[in-house]
């Protein structure tokens, strides 16, 4: 099986739950499972059987609108490969999230949820401008309808604000990517969306070009100070459109700073390097100190996002290998630990009726085994050693001291920020006195403790040993570097 294949296959696994619904509610989510565990099984035979000569795992590649130098081109390099594992995996836990929550149209809800993980999948492997656009702009539409349909009270406000926000620098994006290949063409090369020949285009582009593409990934990332949208659609979303949102998709637009604004814009991205940067520390400082003022548990996550994200702006542009695979491992150990985090805000509201935290306390002394797991949870996001958070952020900032001392530092006050604002979260919810209705509360069962156990597994494997993720992201990032001239 091919990349498309493998988008094939969650497009028809989309359609095959939502037809599933005829059968019995849980039937949905069933299918939806079913569909992730061949993905699953495909990607690590893909990985068993390693890259070729020019490091890729999988490579399609057909004509498709020849008119115009539009193609089809899919390939799943190191890079790739781990983000789309990551894709899979938080979209199982999505779909386990989803059991008890979603409570009407079952298979409407998992046909979303899967075509938006389709949309990402072929984010991450689509190497035509185009076809990449285009998937950029297939994974908007039912994340917006997961929002609008099955989010919380202000549900509507938050997913035309989410779709405002993304499709206004989508629309940029679009705008630069067209000039770019015409400024291409004109420049003596032939008429193609293809990022291969693009990179090989003239050596000083328009600083403007970089504008559009850095605009709609900053926004996806997102970093301050485009950020607004994002706390409103984490609070307003199901807990599945949570994970899917913070796990996966503001992944995306790491993706597209690495892949795409520094090897085609080298020297603009050199000139804008520090504010950049700054842009990151701030991003770390800023949301961290957001995350600590909120009364909501799910806005206090969104908010800490925004700060976790900051560290891989802060790495992308410093732009040595220690600093973007500390990124990448940043990209991946975020997506563990906040996927987790939203799945434990979900359960508590689906238990308690409410987000609030002055309406929690003492939660511990009713369900224990919730209480362990969200201490593990909160630990990790605050970065303790021995965890897959503190090696991203470790070497984030070990790579940025290289570059800028001072915005090393800035960026450095966010751990502090951090175990502050988590140990607030831990100590309102689960400790202290007992403020909420001393009703009984139910506690993890089996298929949350297994979703739950499988991401601690994973993070505590990624900051004892991350050398298998380095290993995977270090040749395609010393690839990128090579194009860009190892700059900025």
Known sequence: MTALGLIVLLLAGSLLAWAAARLGPAWPQRVSLGVLALATLWLFALWQTGPDADGAYAVFERPWIARFGISVILVIDGLSLLLVAL???????????????????????????????????GVFTALDLFLFFVFWEVMLVPMYLLIAIWGHERRAYAAMKFFLFTQISGLLLLVAIIALVLL????????????????????????????????????????????????????????????????????????????????????????????????????VVYGG?????????KRLVAYSSISHMGFVLLGVFAWNQLAVQGAVVQMVAHGFSTAALFMMAGALQERLHTRELSRMGGLWQR??????????????????????????EFMVLLGAFQVDVGLTVLAALGLVVAAAYALLLMQRSFQGADTADAQPLADFGPRELTVMGLLMVALVGLGVYPQPLLDLSGPVVSGLRAVSGAGP
């Open 87 to 121: 894709t899979l995996a938080l979209g199982a836990v999505a779909v386990v999230s989803s059991w008890t929550e979603v409570s009407e149209r079952h298979g409407f809800f998992q046909f979303n949820l899967m075509l938006t993980l389709a949309g990402v999948v």
């Open 184 to 283: 291409h063409q004109r420049a003596g090369g032939e008429l193609s969306f293809d990022y291969r020949l693009l990179l090989d285009g003239p050596a000083v582009l328009p600083a403007w070009l970089m504008i559009g593409f850095l605009a709609a990934f900053l926004t996806k990332l997102p970093s301050v100070p485009v950020h607004s949208w994002l706390p409103d659609a984490h609070t307003q979303a199901p807990t599945a459109g949570s994970v899917i949102l913070a796990g996966i998709m503001l992944k995306t637009g790491a993706y597209g700073l690495i892949r795409f604004v520094v090897p085609l814009f080298p020297d603009a991205a050199e000139a804008v390097r520090q504010p950049v940067m700054l842009l990151g520390a701030v991003s």
């Open 289 to 297: 100190y957001l995350a600590f003022a909120q009364e909501d548990f």
């Open 367 to 392: 369900a224990p085994r919730m209480g362990a797991v969200a201490l593990f949870f909160v630990v990790a996001s605050l970065g303790m050693p021995g965890l897959g958070n503190f090696v991203g």
